[in-house]
């Protein structure tokens, strides 16, 4: 609408330097009147038409990434390639009398790449494509969302035909604002916007060019029933956080270009990064190219990835000054951690530290050997053990006990339920919502404590060790896994 | 070239086409036909030579025969430009050459003239201009309506003429 605008005041403006008339105070007050109508944002009315560039054909706006620019999730991109497949080889999906796919849900935890895979796509499948996001169609006005939602489906199948294409794809990011469950009749402004959603994608009235909605959540459990349905989102892909393999690939992807010295073994690093996440592990890269800056180092090396993945799992290290009494009380706890899982779970302690860092004093680095998503009951002892051995540790050295152990308990407190919950407590097989929460209680304490007591003899057991290793930890507030390991084979040798 | 700048592009020639054809349509029926109709009918006599045209006024240029009887018939002319241009919104200047005699009688005449006109002392400008007329030994003709003075100075066959609104001076 603006630019015949333009083009008709040039016309006016060379018209009127034609016949001599001054044009200066002309621009000005046409100046003015620009700058009010830009600033007072009158040509946003609530209601009217949606602004056009939040939905144009994006592809051509959309960073040049392909599938194979994206680390680990190789079933996730597998099964979102062949739904495309569907889109681009329609003739062949004729001959099988396939139904074309309405939708893919993209689910899975933040970070994961839900989003960089809607972008892929719009490479992959030469269609149109038009993003949006779940929150665009929330506005304080009823009607709003679902009038955009129509004007959404409509803009996709005007520009597919507008550019001679037979398929269109619109990628909603975030459709939990939209798509969340009907209860109630508490958000009728919602559950409108979701029932023209419902209808543009599956409804009676039927349009020659097929749409194909790639949906991302984060929440896929608060999405409505009538959404998740087949004929709406046909396919619902997990996109988890990557597995060690997936995690080196990424770490791979992020490292091309930087300057990585060829000693740092980047299938070390994915192994120590269990449970990060892709934009965790783009993070991680980014950090430990900050610290080689800092350091002025020419090349990114071990131990700023080491710092970087402190960095990520615990916050920037903190300069808080702490007395010698609490810094000592810090040094025990810790150590307390690592010995015991250094006891438990030989060549698992690949760093103890006594800098702060985020809001922790002090912390053990563990590196995981492998990538673990089932746990023996040994296992879980094992790991309560390490939660309270801060404790017990405190408790011998010092005969008495601190507050610095709160985060333990709550993580030795989960482990707790996690026993009871699958049924490896003496409370056998159960359903956790049908015992006395007294009960529960009793069984946490019943477990902790016999956990405790076993830690407490091996600390109370190992008690020249703290006094061997303190001294170095509180001069060097830092001890690496060997370095730690040789001192605990001296004592164990004793 | 992208679809905005074909946009503004077009717009812009349709925009110069109305406003420039819409100008020229103007000055074609409402200005330049009507001009040359009412030197239609002297034609034999008068020739135009230009009409320059804008918004707030419209000069023309005349050459006028020297057996043109300028005096008699001049002044009915100058009635039918005031009704179709409206009074005052046009000047007309002559390009009939001034031969020196001439240059030097009108560089003289031209106080007594303009004098007359201004005090209201009409007398004065008849008196002025015969007085100049035989020093150079030149023929002359002048006349005045409500509206305008108009003169001409004969030197042997040649002939120049002027007309000189009243109000104007005023």
Same mark, same amino acid.
């Not at chain 1, 605008?5 to 100046?31: D, E, N, R, S």
């Not at chain 1, 051995?389 to 709550?410: I, L, V």
């Given at each position: 609408?603006?630019?015949p605008?333009?083009?008709?005041?040039?016309g006016?403006?060379?018209?009127f330097?034609?016949?001599?008339?001054?044009? $200066?105070?002309?621009?000005v007050?046409?100046?003015i009147v620009v700058?009010?109508w830009?600033?007072?944002?009158?040509?946003?009315?609530?209601?009217?038409q949606w602004? /056009?560039?939040?939905?144009h054909?994006q592809?051509?706006?959309?960073?040049?990434?392909?599938?194979?620019?994206?680390?680990?999730?190789?079933?996730?991109?597998?099964?979102l390639?062949?739904a495309?497949?569907?889109?681009?080889?329609?003739?062949?999906?004729?001959?099988?009398?396939?139904?074309p796919?309405?939708?893919? $849900?993209l689910?899975?935890?933040?970070?994961?790449g839900?989003?960089?895979?809607a972008?892929a796509s719009a490479?992959?499948?030469?269609?149109?494509?038009?993003?949006?996001?779940?929150?665009?169609?929330?506005?304080?006005?009823?009607?709003v969302?679902a009038?955009?939602?129509r004007?959404?489906?409509?803009?996709a199948?005007?520009?597919?035909?507008? *550019?001679?294409?037979?398929?269109?794809?619109?990628?909603i990011d975030?459709?939990?604002?939209i798509?969340?469950?009907?209860?109630?009749? *508490?958000?009728?402004?919602?559950?409108?916007?979701?029932?023209q $959603?419902?209808?543009?994608?599956?409804?009676?009235k039927?349009?020659e060019?097929p749409?194909?909605?790639?949906?991302?959540?984060?929440?896929?459990?608060?999405?409505?029933?009538?959404?998740?349905?087949?004929?709406?989102?046909?396919?619902h892909?997990?996109v988890d956080?990557p597995?060690?393999?997936?995690?080196?690939?990424i770490?791979?992807?992020?490292?091309k270009g930087?300057?990585?010295?060829?000693e740092?073994d980047?299938?070390?690093?994915? /192994?120590?990064?269990?449970?990060?996440?892709?934009?965790?592990?783009?993070?991680?890269?980014n950090?430990?190219?900050?610290?080689?800056m800092?350091d002025?180092?020419?090349y990114?090396?071990?131990?700023?990835f080491? *710092?970087?993945v402190d960095?990520?799992?615990?916050?920037?290290q903190?300069?808080r000054?702490?007395?010698?009494?609490d810094?000592?009380?810090?040094?025990?706890h810790e150590?307390?951690?690592a010995?015991?899982a250094?006891?438990?779970?030989? /060549?698992?302690?690949?760093?103890v530290v006594?800098?702060p860092?985020?809001?922790?004093?002090g912390?053990?680095?563990h590196?995981p050997?492998n990538?673990r998503?089932?746990?023996?009951?040994?296992?879980?002892?094992?790991?309560?053990?390490i939660c309270?051995?801060?404790?017990?540790?405190?408790?011998?050295?010092?005969?008495?006990?601190?507050?610095?152990?709160? /985060?333990?308990?709550?993580q030795?407190?989960?482990?707790?339920?996690?026993?009871?919950?699958t049924g490896?407590?003496?409370l056998?097989?159960?359903?956790t919502?049908l015992?006395?929460?007294?009960?529960?209680s009793k069984?946490?304490?019943h477990i902790?404590?016999?956990?405790y *007591?076993q830690?407490?003899?091996?600390?109370?057991?190992?008690?020249s060790?703290?006094a061997?290793?303190?001294?170095?930890l509180?001069?060097?507030?830092?001890?690496d896994?060997?370095q730690?390991r040789?001192?605990l084979?001296?004592?164990l040798?004793s | 070239?992208?679809?905005q700048?074909?946009?503004?592009?077009?717009?812009?020639?349709v925009t110069?086409?109305?406003?420039f054809?819409?100008?020229?349509g103007y000055q074609y029926?409402?200005?330049d036909?009507?001009?040359?109709d009412?030197f239609?009918t002297?034609q034999?006599?008068?020739?135009?030579?230009?009409?320059k045209?804008?918004?707030?006024?419209?000069?023309?240029?005349?050459?006028?025969?020297p057996t043109?009887?300028?005096?008699d018939?001049?002044?009915?002319?100058?009635?039918?430009l005031n009704?179709?241009?409206?009074?005052?919104?046009?000047?007309?200047?002559f390009t009939?050459?001034?031969?020196?005699?001439?240059?030097?009688?009108?560089?003289?005449?031209v106080?007594?003239?303009?004098?007359g006109?201004y005090?209201?002392r009409?007398t004065?400008?008849?008196?002025v201009?015969k007085?100049?007329?035989n020093?150079?030994?030149?023929?002359y003709?002048v006349?005045?309506d409500?509206q305008y003075?108009?003169l001409?100075?004969?030197?042997g066959?040649?002939?120049w003429?002027?007309?000189?609104?009243?109000?104007?001076v005023?």
């Amino acid at each position: 609408m603006i630019l015949p605008i333009v083009g008709v005041g040039l016309g006016l403006f060379l018209f009127f330097l034609y016949l001599g008339v001054p044009v $200066l105070p002309m621009l000005v007050i046409v100046g003015i009147v620009v700058a009010v109508w830009y600033f007072s944002g009158s040509n946003l009315k609530a209601g009217s038409q949606w602004k /056009n560039g939040s939905s144009h054909d994006q592809r051509n706006a959309i960073p040049n990434i392909r599938f194979t620019d994206i680390g680990g999730q190789t079933r996730a991109k597998k099964e979102l390639m062949e739904a495309l497949d569907f889109l681009i080889e329609q003739e062949k999906m004729n001959e099988y009398g396939i139904r074309p796919l309405k939708g893919i $849900l993209l689910t899975g935890p933040p970070g994961t790449g839900k989003t960089l895979m809607a972008k892929a796509s719009a490479h992959y499948s030469n269609a149109v494509f038009l993003t949006a996001s779940g929150s665009e169609f929330v506005e304080m006005y009823v009607g709003v969302g679902a009038n955009r939602v129509r004007q959404l489906f409509e803009r996709a199948r005007k520009t597919a035909k507008k *550019q001679k294409k037979n398929r269109a794809v619109i990628f909603i990011d975030e459709i939990d604002v939209i798509g969340a469950k009907r209860e109630g009749s *508490q958000h009728k402004e919602y559950d409108q916007t979701l029932n023209q $959603l419902l209808t543009e994608m599956d409804g009676i009235k039927k349009s020659e060019i097929p749409i194909f909605v790639i949906a991302a959540t984060n929440r896929k459990d608060l999405l409505d029933a009538a959404l998740t349905r087949p004929g709406r989102f046909d396919r619902h892909i997990a996109v988890d956080l990557p597995d060690k393999n997936g995690r080196a690939h990424i770490l791979s992807l992020h490292t091309k270009g930087k300057p990585i010295h060829e000693e740092v073994d980047l299938d070390k690093v994915a /192994n120590e990064t269990f449970g990060f996440s892709g934009a965790s592990l783009e993070s991680l890269v980014n950090e430990a190219a900050i610290y080689a800056m800092r350091d002025e180092s020419v090349y990114i090396e071990s131990k700023h990835f080491s *710092q970087a993945v402190d960095k990520v799992l615990m916050g920037e290290q903190t300069d808080r000054t702490t007395t010698l009494e609490d810094k000592t009380r810090v040094a025990v706890h810790e150590l307390g951690h690592a010995l015991i899982a250094e006891l438990l779970e030989p /060549n698992s302690v690949a760093q103890v530290v006594l800098t702060p860092r985020g809001q922790a004093l002090g912390y053990v680095r563990h590196h995981p050997k492998n990538d673990r998503y089932l746990h023996t009951k040994e296992q879980l002892e094992n790991q309560i053990m390490i939660c309270l051995a801060g404790t017990a540790a405190e408790e011998t050295w010092f005969q008495n006990r601190s507050t610095g152990a709160k /985060n333990d308990y709550e993580q030795a407190i989960r482990l707790c339920k996690t026993m009871i919950e699958t049924g490896l407590s003496s409370l056998g097989i159960i359903d956790t919502t049908l015992v006395v929460p007294d009960e529960l209680s009793k069984e946490i304490a019943h477990i902790l404590d016999a956990l405790y *007591q076993q830690t407490f003899c091996l600390t109370k057991k190992h008690h020249s060790f703290f006094a061997d290793c303190l001294n170095i930890l509180l001069i060097e507030e830092r001890l690496d896994g060997d370095q730690f390991r040789s001192l605990l084979a001296q004592e164990l040798a004793s | 070239m992208t679809k905005q700048v074909k946009t503004i592009i077009v717009s812009l020639v349709v925009t110069l086409i109305v406003l420039f054809g819409g100008y020229k349509g103007y000055q074609y029926f409402k200005i330049d036909k009507p001009i040359k109709d009412v030197f239609l009918t002297q034609q034999k006599n008068i020739s135009i030579s230009k009409i320059k045209f804008n918004p707030s006024s419209v000069q023309i240029q005349l050459n006028v025969k020297p057996t043109y009887s300028y005096i008699d018939e001049f002044p009915s002319l100058t009635k039918q430009l005031n009704e179709i241009l409206g009074e005052g919104k046009w000047s007309i200047t002559f390009t009939n050459t001034q031969t020196p005699t001439i240059k030097q009688a009108w560089k003289e005449i031209v106080f007594g003239l303009k004098e007359g006109i201004y005090t209201g002392r009409y007398t004065l400008i008849q008196s002025v201009t015969k007085h100049i007329a035989n020093k150079y030994h030149l023929s002359y003709d002048v006349y005045m309506d409500d509206q305008y003075v108009y003169l001409m100075l004969r030197d042997g066959n040649k002939s120049w003429y002027q007309i000189l609104p009243m109000k104007e001076v005023k």
